[in-house]
Structure formats: structure tokens, C-alpha cells
């Protein structure tokens, strides 16, 4: 399955996954807030793992593979942008969050499981979301 398709596959949501959807939507918050403060634009997609409600904001494995980037400072690739050439800018805030609250721009958190064996690599080694 493609994953754009995937994107809207609400058999992938579990309450779990909500859960954890909301919490990172929370944490990454100030950072968004912080965009919308200097840019005006929510650059996140409409299906963005980073987006409250979306399907992969209710994907378990997506928010931990969504969460391992953002605590690792791995970037994370839009499945809108064609080719994937384009950075999250969910993940982009929740990085900006990280910096607001730890003060530290290069701040990595090793976390102790890989990323989903179906997330595929670009060839930089940057994850889809």
C-alpha cells in the first residue's frame, strides 16, 4: 500500500496510538506555536503524524517511529511531498519544541527500539512520515 493510501487506512488507529498521538501533538505544541508566531503557516499536512485526529496520529507504529525521530533529531520526510524530498514540518516543530524547552539546538534522546521495519529509507537514511 502506497503511503498516501496508508495515510487515510483508519483500521491502522487504535486507542493506544491515540493516546500516544495526543501526546505528542501536546509536546510538539510550542514549537507549532512558535512557527505560526515568525511564519503565520502551519506547513504540516492534512494527514501529518504530527496533526490531532489524523490516521497516522493514531498509528501506533507511526508514533513511535514519529517519536524516535523527533527524540533522536532524525529527520522525518512528508509522504505529501512528491519523492519525499521534503522535510515534516510536524517533525520540524517538534524539534523547535525540543529547543524551547531544553535551550540545546542539537538535544538527541536515544530511545530503545528501531524504527518500523516498513518505513522506508531515502537515500539521505531520513524516515517518511
Not at 503524524?49 to 493514531?58: C, F, H, K, M, S
Not at 524551547?100 to 518505513?119: A, H, K, N, V, Y
Amino acid at each position: 500500500m502506497a503511503l498516501i493510501e496508508e495515510a487515510f487506512d483508519r483500521s491502522r488507529v487504535t486507542p493506544e496510538g491515540e493516546e500516544l498521538g495526543r501526546h505528542l501533538v501536546k509536546k510538539t505544541q510550542p514549537g507549532l506555536d512558535r512557527v505560526m508566531e515568525l511564519d503565520g503557516v502551519d506547513g504540516r499536512c492534512i494527514s501529518c503524524a504530527y496533526r490531532l485526529g489524523t490516521v497516522p496520529n493514531g498509528c501506533p507504529q507511526t508514533q513511535l517511529d514519529a517519536l524516535k525521530a523527533t527524540l533522536e533529531g532524525v529527520p522525518f520526510k512528508c509522504h505529501h511531498s512528491p519523492g519525499l524530498r521534503r522535510i515534516c514540518a510536524g517533525w520540524m516543530a517538534s524539534r523547535i519544541a525540543i529547543y524551547l524547552e531544553s535551550g540545546d539546538l542539537d538535544l538527541r534522546m536515544p530511545c530503545p527500539w528501531d524504527f518500523s521495519e516498513d518505513l522506508e529509507e531515502s537515500a539521505e537514511g531520513e524516515k517518511p512520515c
